[in-house]
């Protein structure tokens, strides 16, 4: 029996990291704990742990065409989720790709700096990743992410100025749009939709925990895992945050490294209770 009938696949086009906890590997394990089959196309390569990137290495533009290229020509493609691009070349590069396979959901994370400070896309170049945002079903950006795809000095702090900026970004091209509330002040995170004109608000109490490493990769490719398997947008947002939460739940009590630790993605599964360890 061919596996690949059995089960919704994602293709995450994104950036790796060697420590696992972002990334293509925290974009498949999400994928793969959400029910889905995971794909990949590598933007580039870093060198990273749990303090920070500390270098990167962009992969040619015609060997991720050759990616590309390889799976679609052989595995059916229910949903793209694109993470770390890196370059305004492999932004143009994807944006051609996107046109061979039309119709598919496709969630676009903009990363555009790590957690710990270092560009990982040129901020003169954001116009070639905007170039992507009418092709995506959803675009998720962090709220310093959004004030700087809009061009706001800070980043956006009240429930108005979300939403205001939801709209700005919805009409350069966003089908629809989720700022991601995890930078916010207080004690909720408050995730904001915009799908089809209307607002939802997904509002959790934060989680204390230092294991953060990877939280936005992980949300955007559960929420790409939802929409490869037919759930509607707000079902497959809801769906993935709870998703989120529980990783993070279940990642606060576990050490790997020195700094900002990553999720546990699989809450449920026997790695939640086998092969730890505890806290010396």
């Not at 889905?36 to 390569?45: K, R």
């Not at 691009?85 to 676009?108: D, Y």
């Not at 350069?172 to 207080?186: I, P, Q, Y």
């Amino acid at each position: 029996m061919n596996l690949l009938q059995e089960y919704s696949t994602v293709l995450t086009i994104a950036g790796s990291d060697g420590s696992g906890g972002a990334g293509i590997q925290a974009d498949l394990k999400a994928i793969a704990a959400c029910g889905c089959y995971g794909l990949s196309v590598i933007t580039s390569v870093t060198a990273q742990n749990t303090m920070g990137v500390t270098a990167s290495y962009a992969i040619p533009a015609h060997f991720i065409v050759k990616q590309f290229e390889a799976l679609a020509d052989d595995i059916r493609i229910d949903a793209v989720k694109i993470g770390m691009l890196g370059s305004q070349e492999a932004a143009e590069t994807v944006t051609g790709l996107l046109g061979r396979i039309k119709g598919v959901p496709v969630v676009l994370d903009t990363v555009l700096r790590s957690s710990s400070g270092k560009t990982l896309f040129p901020g003169e170049s954001l116009s070639s990743m905007k170039r992507i945002f009418p092709l995506a079903t959803l675009i998720t950006p962090n709220l310093p992410e959004a004030a700087l795809l809009t061009g706001r000095e800070k980043s956006p702090a009240t429930r108005e100025e979300i939403e205001q900026t939801a709209l700005q970004l919805n009409r350069e091209g966003g089908s629809s749009v989720l700022v991601k509330g995890g930078h916010g002040e207080g004690s909720e995170c408050s995730d904001c939709l915009l799908h089809q004109g209307r607002f939802y608000w997904f509002s959790n109490r934060k989680i204390v925990t230092q294991n953060t490493h990877g939280t936005g990769c992980t949300l955007s490719s559960a929420i790409a895992a939802e929409l490869a398997k037919g759930a509607a947008m707000t079902d497959a947002v809801g769906n993935a945050v709870s998703y989120t939460r529980s990783a993070l739940e279940a990642g606060a009590s576990w050490r790997l490294g020195h700094g900002k630790g990553p999720l546990q993605h699989f809450p449920q599964g026997c790695f939640a209770t086998r092969g730890k360890r505890p806290i010396e």
